[in-house]
């Protein structure tokens, strides 16, 4: 009896986990799984798919479908968000990507009227003045993160904060300097599948899926200092938080 695609997958998937395809090596062509399964090329194509949407492998158009590297950043939400962290000068990165190279590119900051859901997050009136701070990140020379900042104009207007390059410590300094220092935060996440301008900003390979998150940065007395909308590359990541009971 011909093997499913699903079969067929789980039989890759099992090999790719042996090691006997490591990470960027070429899986089989349909025609060798046509081959060497006895199935219809549709089949072996869904089989191929299967791997690209579970995120394991990724198509390279004219050339084949490859194992997808993996070197993962470790997002450490509780230590790149300490106090000790920004306080010392340095980035909240630098608790993510240890001796990796990092560097911020594409900085846009301007002043505009809140979009209503910013507004809503930062606890001010509809269309009142914010100050946007977008960039992107990249990781060994390749894009993982795309973010944008949102802070109250009437707060950050004539600070640092408003020029490319916001000095040692970055914002949450920045914010200390003022008397707003962000005490406590909240993260809400989401996964879906990106856009196609999202793929574009994050060079995304098919079938990568994009984490989507929402941070808002507080001060002692819970008032919202900055909302922060950041998509990461789900395959460059891992998400990790820390808990005590």
């Not at 900055?226 to 938080?241: H, P």
């Amino acid at each position: 009896m011909p093997e499913t695609a699903r079969q067929i997958a789980d039989d890759l998937r099992a090999r790719i986990s042996s090691g006997e395809f490591r990470p960027g090596a070429r899986l089989p062509g349909e025609p060798k799984l046509v081959q060497q399964y006895g199935v219809a090329k549709m089949t072996a194509s869904n089989a191929l798919k299967l791997l690209i949407t579970e995120g394991l492998a990724y198509s390279h158009p004219g050339s084949g479908t490859y194992v997808r590297e993996f070197q993962p950043i470790h997002r450490a939400a509780n230590k790149r968000l300490s106090a000790a962290q920004w306080s010392s000068g340095q980035s909240v990165w630098a608790a993510d990507t240890a001796d990796r190279s990092v560097e911020v590119r594409d900085i846009e900051v301007y002043e505009t009227e809140a979009p209503r859901w910013a507004a809503k997050g930062l606890n001010l009136a509809e269309q009142a003045p914010v100050i946007v701070r977008s960039r992107r990140f990249f990781v060994d020379g390749k894009p993982v993160q795309q973010a944008t900042s949102y802070l109250p104009a009437d707060l950050v207007r004539e600070t640092q904060i408003v020029q490319p390059d916001t000095g040692p410590g970055g914002v949450y300094a920045r914010l200390a300097e003022i008397g707003a220092a962000p005490e406590n935060f909240t993260e809400e996440l989401r996964a879906r599948m990106p856009s196609s301008e999202e793929s574009e900003q994050l060079a995304l390979t098919a079938g990568t899926p994009v984490v989507e998150i929402y941070r808002t940065a507080l001060t002692s007395d819970h008032r919202p200092v900055e909302l922060n909308r950041m998509l990461l590359n789900a395959g460059a990541y891992v998400l990790q938080y820390d808990f005590t009971s």
